[in-house]
């Protein structure tokens, strides 16, 4: 008679869901601006990547995409973000996304294109948590930790290199 413990298969699968996890949160603390907690906090809202088809259906899923306000001809509004997606993956993005447009110089350029053109400062903060949660989707996809090159111009990028 074997009288010595054997591992059951749920602490297995919490072990490998576990090692997951964090390779996973370890890609997205790469990006500026996101720390441990809100890359908890965008893995655990987010789930499985895969089932989302594009960057733009997870930034649909969060609720930042522009929406416009028209009714026929006479009838235009302002376009504001949706916000009929998830409010805790919105909240979770707010200040990091502050965070970036203060520390990211890559950044900059796309900053200062939308200020001349005239967006207020609630809009460009909503425009950047839209380019971070498709940053993010870009990250986990690919399993490549953040390069701020790839945000640059072509032209900005090419002379870097």
């Known amino acids: 008679m074997n009288l010595e413990p054997r591992p059951s298969p749920l602490s297995q699968l919490t072990w490998s869901s576990t090692s997951l996890f964090l390779g996973r949160a370890d890609l997205l603390v790469s990006i500026v601006g996101i ?11 987010i789930g499985d990547i895969k089932a989302f088809g594009s960057a733009w259906q997870l930034a649909a899923y969060a609720g930042l995409t522009p929406q416009e306000h028209t009714s026929g001809t006479s009838v235009t509004g302002k376009t504001r973000l949706c916000k009929i997606g998830n409010a805790r993956i919105r909240k979770a993005l707010y200040f990091p996304a502050l965070t970036i447009l203060r520390r990211a110089p890559e950044l900059r350029p796309w900053h200062q294109r939308l200020a001349t053109a005239g967006k207020t400062k609630m809009a460009i903060v909503g425009a950047t948590m839209h380019k971070l949660i498709r940053i993010v989707y870009g990250i986990l996809v690919s399993g490549q930790t953040y390069d701020p090159t790839k945000l640059l111009p072509p032209e900005s990028a090419a002379a870097i290199a």
């Open 35 to 45: 720390g441990p907690d809100t890359a908890a906090w965008l893995l655990a809202e």
